[in-house]
Each structure stands twice: as C-alpha cells, then as structure tokens.
C-alpha cells in the first residue's frame, strides 16, 4: 500500500470493520497500519511497514508458535528487520489478545529500554505512537525497575527484561530472547524462560 492509499485508507475506512479486520490478521495490520524506522534513508527514515514475502512468512510463523505454544528458535542473518517484525507483534498482541503477558528481552536491560528506536521497547513504542487515536489502545509506560507497557482496555503486557535475570519475571503468552547467542548465562535463562 503506498503512501497515498494509506493516508486515504485511514481518512476513509469503518474503524469498527478495521479494527475487527486487523485484530484477525496481524500482516493486514501491520502492512497498513504500522511504520519502521530506517536511520540510513536520506529522504525519509520513518516509512510504511510493508512486509517482504519472507517478513510474511515469519510473522504468520509467529501466529503458529504463539497458538501451539512451546520453545522455538530462530536464526537469521543481521539486517533482515527481525527485531522490527516481533517488535510489531507483540503489539499487536498488546492490543489485540485479552490478558496477554509477552516478554522482550536481551543480554543488557538497555537493549530492551533506551528510549531509542534501536531498543526493543523503543520500536514498540514508535509502532504504538504512530497508530491512529481511534485504533490506539489506552496504555500505561512504566520504566522502572522494568520496562512495561500495559493495555488498560485489555489487560495485556508488554514487559521487558535483561541481565541475568531474563525469564524470571513471571509467564509469557510468547517471549522473545533478542540476540540470545550473547547471553552471558544461556542455559539458566533457557530454562527459566520455557
């Protein structure tokens, strides 16, 4: 969808049909709604997320893994937008599965929540902000001692965790281990996590 039709789609569309649509298909959603952000452009670094075949695949994956439950891996060249793809999907789980808990973590809190959108959180929260007022749930940030984002509507969570102290932080609907290959403890944070 160019940028034309997504402006036009966002003026125009039934917002009760739209969020009923995206709330079944996490790739509509973020095909039309959602934004990533490139540093290296020169023209523009915020820009449509428009999902390449293989981005399609892994997120309809993640549906997959979430619905069957149970430990998965993935492994992926650097640069490919993975971060970028499970940063918008668990919001998407944020908004649209009730009472959902979805862990993000990395080898240093900072990695998770650096106000940046290098960080895991710092990509949710672009994605969340860049929404439109009618289709962005009511949420609260917290920070410290770590990072959340709760759904008020729904009860869902967002949390983030690092150090060696990934996993130990309650269950998980689906939680994300970034980089997890530099994890100083692996097999603790591998069993506290499953």
């Not at 997504?6 to 569309?13: A, I, K, N």
Request: proline share 7%; hydrophobic share 40%; with cysteine.
């Amino acid at each position: 969808m160019n940028l034309r039709t997504r402006y036009r789609h966002l003026l125009t569309c039934d917002h009760a049909a739209e969020l009923s649509r995206c709330s079944r298909d996490p790739v509509y959603w973020i095909n039309t709604w959602c934004w990533t952000y490139d540093p290296r452009r020169p023209d523009i670094r915020w820009i449509p997320f428009e999902l390449w075949p293989a981005q399609d695949q892994y997120i309809r994956w993640l549906i997959s893994v979430v619905r069957r439950g149970g430990p998965s891996t993935v492994v992926k060249p650097r640069d490919v937008g993975a971060s970028w793809l499970n940063a918008a999907f668990a919001v998407w789980c944020l908004c649209y599965l009730e009472g959902a808990s979805i862990g993000m973590a990395s080898r240093k809190l900072m990695y998770v929540e650096s106000g940046s959108p290098d960080s895991l959180f710092g990509k949710a929260w672009s994605i969340l902000e860049r929404l439109p007022q009618w289709m962005r749930p009511p949420v609260r940030r917290v920070r410290s001692p770590m990072p959340l984002i709760r759904n008020l509507s729904n009860g869902s969570e967002l949390k983030g965790e690092g150090g060696d102290n990934v996993g130990r932080g309650g269950r998980s609907l689906w939680y994300l281990l970034d980089e997890a290959a530099y994890l100083e403890d692996q097999e603790s944070v591998e069993s506290a996590v499953a």
